[in-house]
């Protein structure tokens, strides 16, 4: 996921500077959402993990 928000953020900075302002604006607003979702994702497992870690030792 972190992927293609990276993919989104470059198309849209390419976009942004050809000249296509309204086009590259939503691939950067698809990318901070993509990232957004990544930060919540990585976050909601690494407490998972950590708990399930304190369980087993």
């Known amino acids: ?7 989104c953020l470059v198309i849209g900075l390419v ?3 050809l000249g296509f302002g309204g086009i590259g604006g939503a691939f950067i607003e698809v990318a901070k959402i993509l990232f957004y979702i990544f ?3 990585f ?6 993990g950590i708990a399930a870690g304190r369980r087993i030792t």
């Open 43 to 48: 976050l909601v497992f690494l407490v998972l």
């Open 39 to 41: 930060l919540v994702l």
């Open 1 to 7: 996921m972190l992927r293609w928000a990276l993919i």
């Open 15 to 17: 976009l942004a500077v």
